[in-house]
């Protein structure tokens, strides 16, 4: 499902959890009970830079994940997300769409939900869930697999993902007019090693593969030629892949995490990214 947040530089973080304990996914013998709570807003400026479109942009965001121990083995978890978006093209093309007769339908805003079961063994991981999100140009179900290995008392750690998704488009485009509704399926793959490598450093690895078919443009966003817009038109199929490598380094208290990430596509897009991350503690944890 297409984010619009995912389309918006992110400024002035600020988050607060509630939790003591709140990875991605269990250890081999961890299937605590967990809730967490953060709260994000996320604040853009525009700076006059292009005058054809006003970027002003506010995204405020609440992320809520419980789980809940069943046995020595066993956990179901629940995760929502929903986000508060004004964004004058998020703005503009909402009105409208409000403006289309039966266009709009039940529209609470965006918000996704995910409930799932984990299961832990012995050194194996099982989790599997699925999930329902919305806002007002899309409906997307989804699935997912996940499965993990430790090894040599937990200094390896072997994790294969599998995640699918099934999406509806409606078809409001930035004049108003309404179309037939389009759809766009997903799936992804991804494998993961991780290595600690000394009581202070943690090395990790990863490989992602995604194929997409069907609407993979924006129902609503145009393209500007010379002085008028028209309809944005991409192709119906897209093969992504990525390579990671992270390394992070605990000093003291805090941490250092460097990281690269290769992308490549079949639309002859490809990327390298390099980040660098302290993380620095303000409180001592109990």
Sequence with gaps: ????LCLIPLFLPLGLSLSGHA??????DELDN???FKGLVYRQEDDGGNPEVDEDASVYEGLVLVRHRLNETEAINLRLLGDVISAASYDEAA?????????TGYNPGRFDIRPGWEYSRSGWSFGTHISY??????????????LGRSLFEGSTVLGLRLQGFSDKVRMIRFDGTKESDEDRDTIGVEFTVTQTLSPTRVLNASYSYTDQDGFLATSFNAVRVGDEQDFEIL???????????????ALGPHSVETAYRYYEDDWDINAHTL??????????RA
Excluded at 95 to 103: M, Y
Aim: net charge positive.
């Design 1 to 4: 499902m297409l984010r619009p």
């Design 23 to 28: 990875t991605a996914g269990p250890s081999a």
């Design 34 to 36: 967990i809730f967490a």
């Design 95 to 103: 009105d409208r769409a409000e403006t289309v007769s039966g266009a």
């Design 133 to 146: 999100g919305q806002e007002f140009a899309y409906r997307s179900f989804g699935a997912g697999l996940r």
């Design 235 to 249: 192709p119906r199929q897209r093969e992504r892949e990525a390579l990671g490598l992270r390394f992070k380094q």
């Design 275 to 284: 980040e660098l991350t302290y993380f620095h503690w303000l409180a001592t």
